[in-house]
């Protein structure tokens, strides 16, 4: 029964590594050099029939939603919806005034149109039944209005006379009795909170600090999606929604929200036409993952991923084996029919829905409003998700020893339970390693959703660098040849093991 | 029931679904007995062996083993099963496991022999039965007849009262079934408790003390090798031998 596998030697697999690395200069090569059409959009007008990208959720998407006979392209991040317009498969990108002007400003082939699309006001979005924090929270923005906080921190980000003229300072030896103040938001919405020298920053960052100086409270600012911000703040995941967020008919059914810090603009974002002046190779390198330390977003997403990957794979044999052994033997002995059947649901389920839903219904639903942290969270659900596969790959391995053996260690006198760990495991492991070193890859590959729950492994870093560059190319393909030169290396490992354990019974 | 009586089996059935394999047996087998079980194919001689260490589950009837109900509700069978071995027609030998290993497992496991003492009582059978030169190598490196001697080691490493050889030679060469059937002739003279269901006609009357012939589910006829093969009573055994001989 032992199934033969290629077998990667290390010439291989130095080989591979090699072609991996030479991609990047050829994808580069191949990109188009020529000037990028001028957007049909432009004015207000033009509106209808185009299409229009919009960051999801935000509000340029519900009023663009309203516009008739428009596409809507709903992206999860600005930084992608500018990217859909640069490849022209959207003709304009509807997005709030400051951070289009962060995009127009490092890509000369963008401009913002002039006549406003809408104005808004930003506001902090409270779960429904907290009433207290909405009255403090209401308290402290009037404050600092009056006091001018509020004013003098925008400028430090808006403006290019007054940009970098104050820092919000917290006052010293402040009593922080009351609490912790959990913040959601998407840093990726320059300059209302972005990510700069790894930490989240931002008008937003700096009014919620001073808010919670207010309020005695400590600051705990948690990054997500922008759409998961209401039901974080809902389920009690976060205290307050704070990402330039407006107040919508669609939003107050289900959340508070408190009053108006700010306004902004929304403003309609177009090609002009002109050739963006490309960056040389090694520039882009310079400013994707030198400039501020930025490969530290991809080393550190890295450990995260890892470590999601280990304790889940961990998690996983230990369940998988337990169902697997549990599974075999109602199989074998006709026995315990009921926890068969339980079991069997347990695996369709999990193998039956895709892990990003599992991963999201475990964030939010189970376990809602418990504090634990959002790592062991992933790790316990794609261990779970794992645990179901590796079961049914173990139980295929049971079942295919021979009957005989079963047979050999009872007549010996073993019981069940101790024929099943000496004679029957041993062999069984070996015919499913190549299996389960399958499922180990995938598994690896697999936590690069954890990003959608707001942990910064290695798919959210390379994100993160996006978001701050505006360029995808480099950082994805980083990203990507990192996970690749893993996965082989993985291969490898379980190459040799296999063939150390072939080995062993000749 | 007599000091002398090694097994007893009552009533013993066994049906698979509407088949019915055993329709009720009565034997003894005394201590130190050598019995040859010998009938034509689907006759129910290897599930009656089966169901004297219950590998096989019967559906009636009771087996005594020394005396004790083994077939009783409550019994721990494992305790009763290291008493009985039993020799498979396909070795089944653990292949993830060397010879000695294959040989020392259990008795290290189960009677909580130190490993250094299992090894010399299984290097003293692997010598009885000519292997002792094969300690470190694995299953798939044997012979058939080899892994089939290895497979008696095993079973004798325990030190059983009674050994069951479950059609031990069937599955070998012809020119390997020799050196099997001298290995179990010699432990017919060592005085242990032995049922073989074999095909070896030659063997069954050289070595046993007792031949039985079993037809269509139950004992059609028991005796001496030189009753049952040089005057035999019943006609369907009159007609299996002029086959077989």
Redesign the interface.
Known sequence: MRRERENISLRTLIFICLIALTIPFVLQACGKEEAPSKSPVESLDDLNNATIAVQLGTTGDILASDIEGAEIIQCNKGADAIQALKQEKADCVIIDEEPAKAFVARNSDLSILDEEFAIEDYAICIAKDNDELLYQINGAIAELKNNGTIDKIIENYIGDATKGSYTYESPAGLDRSNGTLVMATNAAFEPYEYVEGGEIVGIDVDIARAIADILNMELEITDMEFDSIISAVESGKADMGMAGMTVTEDRLKNINFTDTYTTATQVIVVRNGTAEEKESFIDSIKTNFIEDNRWQYLTNGLLTTLEISFFAVIIGIVFGFIIAILRATCDITGKYKLLNIFLKLYLTVIRGTPAMVQLLIIYYVIFASSGINKIIIAIIAFGLNSSAYIAEIVRSGIMSI?K??F??G??????YA?TMW??IL??AL?NVLPALGNEFIVLLKETSISGYIGIADLTRGGDYIRSRTYEAFLPLIAVALIYLVIVVCLSYLVGRMERRLKN??? | MTDNVMIKVEGLKKTFGELEVLKGIDTEIKKGETLVIIGPSGCGKSTFLRCL?L?ETPTAGHVYLDGKDITAPGVNI??E??KM??V?Q?F?????LNIMENIT??PV??LGKSREEAKEDAHNLLVRVGLSDKENM?P??LSGGQKQRVAIC??LA?NPEVILFDEPTSALDPEMVGEVLDVIKGLAESGITMICVTHEMGFAREAADRVMFFDNGVIAEDGTPSEVFDSPKNERLKAFLSKVL
């Open positions: 021979d005989g053996q047979e050999a009872r007549s010996l006198g073993f019981t101790q000496n004679f041993p062999q070996k062993s019974d000749r | 260490n590998l494992n305790k099963r290291q071995m039993m498979f396909h089944n030998l653990f292949p993830h497992v259990a496991k189960l694995y798939s490196q095993r079973a325990m």
